[in-house]
């Protein structure tokens, strides 16, 4: 430990005292509330900063432990054996960073921008909420602890689709024309779908973190990453990986678990499905990384094939609904089962280059499609619709700044070199490829002959990928014009907007052309998960 240690416990502390504040601040304003607000998430990120600098350099380790260089061990509950044991590494710091900096911008968006059903203070408390719950499980390096941090996030989000959501909804298969389903009922029934399925999937991985608890006598993921897990029997880690891969792939989202996505990205303010898209989602593959990479190698020399082929489907089933899809928000949506689909088949590699592919598309995809709701968030506010058929051409010409980030979202989204989607699907792709059988000493070959098939169908994802993001820009830009808007009044971006969106905009130049510092921030954490855990385990055979 480090003397900035304090800083881990302040980082999920102040965004959850923040929105405990807001509950007890009844007099306040909106406006107040979310200034309030973006002051905690701005604090919040300072505190990230602060906390990544001081756990650098990441190829350091605790002598003897193998934990990260910045973290803290507490004693919580004794009774239950429960501590508060909170790291940060190379893995962890870029997902809290993204985390406090889409907190900033929800917070700061909610400024000006205010939801249509009130109570602005009510919403940013639970924006706060979601953020100290997904900065406490990047953070948490004991199995308990990452389950109630991860089922913190809950509870503020179904609030946040159920309160604040759309009123109306396009309908996924009647014409344009027809009556709109929406209003408290859509709003519930998507809220109540996203808690229905992700606390069932919390309640399958309890089962498995409670069997690692009981066969390894520990729930330190120290502990268990240097070896206690890879110690269990080979049955035990297989039934452990089953239950918790099933659980974690729900939020991931895996196809086929992903039908709560579409409704409830659609169907949440702009605020929601930037948190849905940036910060949810990742919690699901990192803990992926986190718990069944350095964990439980034989679990998941048993399930990679699976789960890289599940990552593949949701890659082509995301690509083809999208390209048949009319409603933008929607699109996006469902745009983000097919990017999910990369990172679980760099986690199915088992490889260097495919987990910090995985890594790298986390982070790449939080970024652009956070972008892309605040861009269509802004259109739609505007006309009323995101339906591609009502709003017909000419975007660019009507709201020129909107426009062009619509495009930027849109070609970054399509994986184009030189911006942040490329290197991670690159790389996750090349790590299945090179994850066949294992040939003399390189202890690679988790998807074993399924490896360059899965590596060539991902291909051909790409390619759909291009097909309907090149689709949206040509029905928004150069198809027919429709006529009701040619001389509607609209104000383009605001100045508003546009800083919200700035951040994400350099950031999704920076991943692109510089690629170099997250890979370094990664790659020593990278090695040492696999180094403990699955070449060690295929070094040495089944235990």
Same mark, same amino acid.
């Given at each position: 430990?480090?003397?900035?240690?304090? =800083?881990?416990?302040? #980082?999920?502390?102040? /965004?959850? *005292? !923040?929105?405990?504040?807001?509950? %007890? $601040?009844?007099?306040? @304003?909106?406006?107040?509330?979310?200034?309030?607000?973006?002051?905690?998430?701005?604090?919040?990120?300072?505190?990230?900063?602060?906390?990544?600098?001081?756990?650098?350099?990441?190829?350091?380790?605790?002598?003897?432990?193998?934990?990260?260089? =910045?973290?803290?061990? #507490?004693?919580?509950? /004794?009774? *239950? !054996?429960?501590?508060?044991?909170? %790291? $940060?590494?190379?893995? @962890?710091?870029?997902?809290?960073?993204?985390?406090?900096?889409?907190?900033?911008?929800?917070?700061?968006?909610?400024?000006?921008?205010?939801?249509?059903?009130?109570?602005?203070?009510?919403?940013?408390?639970?924006?706060?909420?979601?953020?100290?719950?997904?900065?406490?499980?990047?953070?948490?390096?004991? *199995?308990?602890?990452?389950?109630?941090?991860?089922?913190?996030?809950?509870?503020?989000?179904?609030?946040?689709?159920?309160?604040?959501?759309?009123?109306?909804?396009?309908?996924?298969?009647?014409?344009?024309?027809?009556?709109?389903?929406?209003?408290?009922?859509?709003?519930?029934?998507?809220?109540?779908?996203?808690?229905?399925?992700?606390?069932?999937?919390?309640?399958?991985? *309890?089962?498995?973190?409670?069997?690692?608890?009981?066969?390894?006598?520990?729930?330190?993921?120290?502990?268990?990453?240097?070896?206690?897990?890879?110690?269990?029997?080979?049955?035990?880690?297989?039934?452990?990986?089953?239950?918790?891969?099933?659980?974690?792939?729900?939020?991931?989202?895996?196809?086929?678990?992903?039908?709560?996505?579409?409704?409830?990205?659609?169907?949440?303010?702009?605020?929601?499905?930037?948190?849905?898209?940036?910060?949810?989602?990742?919690?699901?593959?990192?803990?992926?990384?986190?718990?069944?990479?350095?964990?439980?190698?034989?679990?998941?020399?048993?399930?990679?094939?699976?789960?890289?082929?599940?990552?593949?489907?949701?890659?082509?089933?995301?690509?083809?609904?999208?390209?048949?899809?009319?409603?933008?928000?929607?699109?996006?949506?469902?745009?983000?089962?097919?990017?999910?689909?990369?990172?679980?088949?760099?986690?199915?590699?088992?490889?260097?280059?495919?987990?910090?592919?995985?890594?790298?598309?986390?982070?790449?995809?939080?970024?652009?499609?956070?972008?892309?709701?605040?861009?269509?968030?802004?259109?739609?506010?505007?006309?009323?619709?995101?339906?591609?058929?009502?709003?017909?051409?000419?975007?660019?010409?009507?709201?020129?700044?909107?426009?062009?980030?619509?495009?930027?979202?849109?070609?970054?989204?399509?994986?184009?070199?030189?911006?942040?989607?490329?290197?991670?699907?690159?790389?996750?792709?090349?790590?299945?490829?090179?994850?066949?059988?294992?040939?003399?000493?390189?202890?690679?070959?988790?998807?074993?002959?399924?490896?360059?098939?899965?590596?060539?169908?991902?291909?051909?994802?790409?390619?759909?990928?291009?097909?309907?993001?090149?689709?949206?820009?040509?029905?928004?830009?150069?198809?027919?014009?429709?006529?009701?808007?040619?001389?509607?009044?609209?104000?383009?971006?605001?100045?508003?907007?546009?800083?919200?969106?700035?951040?994400?905009?350099?950031?999704?130049?920076?991943l692109g052309l510089l690629p170099g510092p997250l890979l370094a921030?990664?790659?020593?954490?990278?090695?040492?998960?696999?180094?403990?855990?699955?070449f060690a385990y295929r070094a040495g055979g089944a235990p």
């Amino acid at each position: 430990m480090t003397s900035a240690n304090w =800083l881990l416990p302040a #980082l999920v502390a102040v /965004p959850l *005292l !923040g929105s405990l504040a807001l509950f %007890g $601040l009844r007099r306040i @304003s909106d406006t107040s509330a979310a200034w309030f607000g973006t002051a905690v998430a701005v604090v919040t990120l300072a505190l990230g900063i602060a906390a990544t600098w001081a756990a650098a350099p990441y190829d350091v380790t605790v002598a003897g432990s193998g934990g990260p260089h =910045l973290q803290v061990d #507490l004693r919580w509950i /004794p009774a *239950l !054996g429960l501590r508060l044991h909170l %790291g $940060l590494d190379g893995v @962890s710091a870029p997902l809290v960073l993204l985390t406090a900096l889409l907190g900033v911008l929800v917070c700061g968006h909610l400024i000006r921008v205010r939801p249509e059903a009130g109570r602005t203070r009510w919403l940013v408390a639970c924006v706060l909420a979601v953020v100290g719950g997904a900065v406490g499980t990047f953070t948490a390096l004991d *199995l308990l602890l990452f389950f109630i941090a991860f089922e913190t996030v809950l509870v503020p989000m179904w609030f946040i689709v159920a309160v604040w959501g759309d009123d109306r909804q396009p309908a996924a298969t009647e014409p344009v024309w027809a009556p709109a389903p929406g209003g408290e009922p859509a709003r519930r029934d998507a809220a109540n779908r996203f808690v229905l399925y992700t606390a069932t999937g919390s309640a399958v991985m *309890l089962l498995g973190i409670i069997l690692i608890a009981l066969r390894a006598g520990t729930t330190d993921l120290v502990e268990l990453a240097g070896g206690a897990g890879a110690r269990l029997p080979q049955g035990v880690q297989v039934t452990a990986a089953v239950l918790i891969v099933l659980g974690l792939a729900v939020k991931s989202p895996m196809f086929p678990l992903h039908t709560w996505l579409p409704p409830a990205h659609t169907i949440a303010p702009t605020g929601g499905s930037v948190l849905l898209a940036g910060v949810l989602l990742k919690m699901g593959t990192y803990g992926l990384v986190r718990l069944v990479v350095p964990v439980l190698p034989a679990g998941m020399e048993a399930l990679a094939p699976y789960l890289g082929a599940f990552g593949v489907a949701g890659i082509l089933w995301g690509g083809l609904a999208c390209l048949v899809e009319r409603d933008l928000k929607r699109l996006v949506a469902m745009s983000s089962v097919a990017h999910m689909g990369f990172v679980l088949l760099g986690i199915s590699s088992m490889t260097p280059q495919g987990l910090q592919g995985a890594l790298y598309a986390n982070i790449g995809h939080g970024i652009v499609s956070a972008l892309l709701f605040f861009v269509v968030g802004a259109v739609k506010d505007r006309h009323h619709t995101s339906d591609l058929v009502l709003l017909g051409a000419g975007l660019r010409d009507r709201l020129p700044r909107l426009g062009w980030l619509l495009a930027l979202g849109a070609i970054a989204g399509l994986g184009l070199p030189g911006l942040a989607v490329f290197w991670g699907e690159l790389l996750a792709i090349a790590g299945a490829w090179n994850a066949g059988p294992a040939s003399g000493a390189d202890p690679a070959g988790a998807l074993g002959a399924w490896a360059r098939p899965l590596a060539v169908l991902a291909v051909i994802g790409t390619a759909v990928a291009a097909a309907y993001w090149l689709r949206v820009l040509y029905s928004v830009w150069h198809g027919e014009r429709e006529p009701r808007w040619t001389t509607a009044v609209m104000g383009d971006a605001t100045r508003h907007e546009t800083a919200t969106t700035a951040p994400l905009v350099i950031a999704t130049l920076a991943l692109g052309l510089l690629p170099g510092p997250l890979l370094a921030a990664t790659s020593p954490t990278v090695q040492l998960m696999l180094s403990q855990g699955w070449f060690a385990y295929r070094a040495g055979g089944a235990p």
